[in-house]
């Protein structure tokens, strides 16, 4: 059964940083894409960052130049490290985990069909 726990959320001033991880289990940790997408009440989410088999990385415009995904295939752990934060990077964040036969970094929240509970970023000004 898969699981995901994310953790290092928490609260920022604007143009601090946070380091979000994940821990993952349940799969074959190197053989799926996986992403983090945020989340506020009422709203859509929104893929920010994804990275596939390959190593290959996708950003969404809001936050290329700022975030970085990255993982360890021996860890097990994507982690996302947010730097410059905004005000409006303050959202619930999720580690997620894309379909089998997801094989490119996606930036669509349909492509994902598990996550985890989801941490909570908020950067105030």
């Known amino acids: 059964q898969v699981h995901l726990v994310e953790s290092g959320g928490g609260s920022a001033q604007a143009g601090g940083a946070l380091r979000l991880s994940c821990v993952a289990s349940?799969?074959?940790?190197?053989?799926?894409?996986m992403g983090w997408f945020r989340q506020l009440p009422g709203k859509e989410r929104e893929v920010v960052a994804s990275?596939?088999?390959?190593?290959?990385?996708r950003y969404a415009d809001s936050v290329r130049g700022r975030f970085t995904i990255s993982r360890d295939n021996t860890e097990d752990t994507p982690d996302l490290q947010m730097n410059s934060l905004k005000p409006e990077d303050t959202a619930k964040y999720y580690c997620?985990?894309?379909?089998?036969?997801?094989?490119?970094?996606?930036?669509?929240?349909?492509?994902?069909?598990?996550w985890g509970q989801g941490t909570q970023v908020t950067v105030s000004s």
């Open positions: 997620a985990l894309a379909s089998p036969d997801i094989g490119t970094p996606t930036l669509r929240a349909r492509d994902f069909g598990a």
């Open positions: 349940g799969f074959s940790y190197g053989t799926y894409s």
């Open positions: 990275i596939c088999r390959s190593g290959a990385m």
